[in-house]
């Protein structure tokens, strides 16, 4: 079977491969690159759910594959939940993380250590090609530093401290964040999902 894995975040890809790997998942797992011809598809869902499902149901009717998909983001509560779906193009730029962080640390300069939780958030979708659908979602709470650390990951991950750790997401091993993390969690409630429907 062909799982297609309907995302063009270079970040997210790595982690969802050695997630779904892990996991021992009898399938193969195509990269929504392969597809050059499949547009990408409008996130216009109001929730990480919806826009996860409708990335996946896109690939799927397109390719005629089974597709996963995540959405995700960067949840402060400072702010009421944003930057939340619009993570990814915080600052007007879809996909610059270092614009999008820069302009996140700019707007809490002034918010003081114990005001300053966040958390990340990850909706996984299961689509297949007959319109068959499933979503599971999970979250790693954290507080924001004031100066990025660390060179791992991408995105958001230099300024999120997780909960009970001394170190950013962005200092973590590939294998310590995706033990713990938003999309770690959601993608390994999926995979009995995915065993169940692709057999
Ligand atoms: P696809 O839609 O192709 O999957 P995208 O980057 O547009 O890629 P999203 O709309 O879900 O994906 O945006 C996710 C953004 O949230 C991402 O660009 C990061 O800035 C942030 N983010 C999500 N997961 C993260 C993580 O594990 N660590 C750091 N930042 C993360």
Do not use: M
Request: glycine share 12%; net charge negative.
């Amino acid at each position: 079977t062909r799982l297609i894995l309907a995302t063009r975040n270079t970040g997210k890809i790595t982690e969802l491969r050695a997630i779904l790997e892990a996991a021992g998942l009898d399938v193969a797992l195509v990269g929504a690159d392969a597809y050059p011809d499949v547009p990408d598809v409008k996130e216009t869902g109001v929730t990480f759910a919806e826009n996860a499902l409708l990335k996946a149901h896109a690939l799927a009717r397109a390719t005629g594959h089974p597709a996963v998909a995540d959405d995700s983001g960067l949840c402060v509560d400072v702010l009421g939940g944003a930057p939340g779906i619009f993570s990814a193009r915080w600052s007007g730029t879809h996909g610059n993380d270092q614009a999008n962080l820069d302009l996140l640390l700019a707007q809490l300069s002034d918010v003081p250590d114990g005001h300053r939780a966040a958390h990340f958030a990850c909706a996984a979708a299961l689509a297949l090609p007959d319109g068959t659908e499933r979503v599971v979602e999970g979250t790693l709470d954290g507080t924001l530093r004031h100066t990025p650390t660390g060179t791992g990951g991408f995105g958001y991950d230099p300024i999120l401290q997780p909960l009970g750790e001394t170190r950013t997401c962005a200092e973590l091993t590939p294998d310590e964040k995706n033990a713990i993390s938003h999309r770690g969690k959601a993608f390994r409630a999926l995979v009995p999902v995915v065993r169940e429907l692709l057999g």
